[in-house]
């Protein structure tokens, strides 16, 4: 349903098209990504690399897909993370190949969800 309104994707969306140096040459983790729009758009924009990160197991499968029909395979890595409950980052977050620390710009958007919002 954001989709028929305005919701924030679409803003934070319209905000990085509007001044993509926000996260040109950078590394961005997106925190609640869903199907990956504003990452995928960061990616296109000229960031570094991404992490898109979801706890939606469907979601990061879509995003997975996204990612590959926007070319952005090596830009853009899927990662499961539920930043709301998890005290601590996933093992891939905190020990693999990016850590926290790495990340230039963290992206939120549309964050919190409700089944009777839907």
Do not use: H
Not at 64 to 92: F, H
């Amino acid at each position: 349903r954001c989709w028929r309104r305005r919701g924030a994707t679409i803003a934070l969306c319209e905000k990085l098209v509007k001044f993509p140096d926000l996260v040109k040459g950078k590394s961005v983790l997106e925190l609640g990504a869903g199907v990956g729009v504003v990452g995928i758009l960061a990616a296109r924009l000229g960031a570094r690399q991404v992490m898109i990160t979801d706890y939606d197991e469907g979601a990061l499968a879509i995003a997975t897909l996204n990612i590959d029909l926007n070319g952005m395979r090596s830009t853009c890595e899927v990662q499961k993370y539920d930043w709301g409950s998890d005290p601590a980052p996933t093992p891939a977050l905190q020990e693999g190949e990016v850590t926290t620390s790495e990340f230039d710009l963290i992206l939120g958007s549309d964050l919190l969800y409700s089944s009777a919002m839907a």
